[in-house]
């Protein structure tokens, strides 16, 4: 059994270096200025490339409140904040002669009310009694109303100046016969007023507003309009 096994290899070695020569008689019909390639099969590879660009999920605008310059910015473009951080003071001329003029509004609207509800209430009392007529009766509950309204309008305008409802408190014992007083609240912060802008929650400050303001940043000394776009939030 060995014999034959060995006979066997003894024949088939010389097959296969036989098979491992070139075949010269394959080349000898290429005619002249022709080559012989080899082909061989490999998998089919093809690169793709695209382009793009990395957004955030959601983006909102924070707007400037008043129209005044950057006093400080306590944040970084890029960097993270987190909600309730102070992220601008901002001093606007405009929104101290504002709150003056809200103020000023306020304590009219009360003076009027207090006098028409004086009125009201007296003339309440004689119409019972039958000394003044109804129409005056009637006249003089219809303009206790109205500077009832009045002064509930000036009221709610002046409160979108007050950063606390301690500030109100303090205002709303003040009548214009105070009028040391008014004046000295009036004349408080005369030249300017600070704004602080908070964040409204956590999230990446970045600044992507459109047209020429494309990536345009807001820094300390600039100046800027109210309702116009300080940063983004992007999350």
Known sequence: MRKLIKLLWLLIIPLL?????????NHKNVPPGYEVLTIQAQPFQKKLY????IMPLTCEPLTSMADGIVMAKNFQ?????????????????????DYQAALTRY??????FSQSMNDYQSNA????????SQDTYVRSQRDYLSNRLALLQAEANLRKFLKTEQEFSSLEKLSMENTAEV??????????????????????????????????????GDEVKKWTNVIMYCG
Do not use: H, M
């Open 17 to 25: 270096l036989a098979g491992c020569k070139p075949n010269k008689e």
């Open 50 to 53: 695209f382009a793009s660009r």
């Open 77 to 97: 473009y890029g960097k993270k904040v987190t909600k309730g951080d102070l992220l601008f003071t901002i001093r606007s001329t405009k929104e101290q002669l």
């Open 107 to 112: 304590f009219q609207a009360k003076q009027y």
């Open 125 to 132: 009392t004689l119409w019972q009694k039958g000394i003044v």
């Open 183 to 220: 004046d000295r609240v009036l004349q408080l912060d005369k030249l300017a007023r600070e704004i602080n802008i908070y964040a409204p929650q956590t999230g990446l400050a970045v600044f992507k507003a459109k047209g020429s303001d494309a990536d345009k940043t807001i820094n300390v």
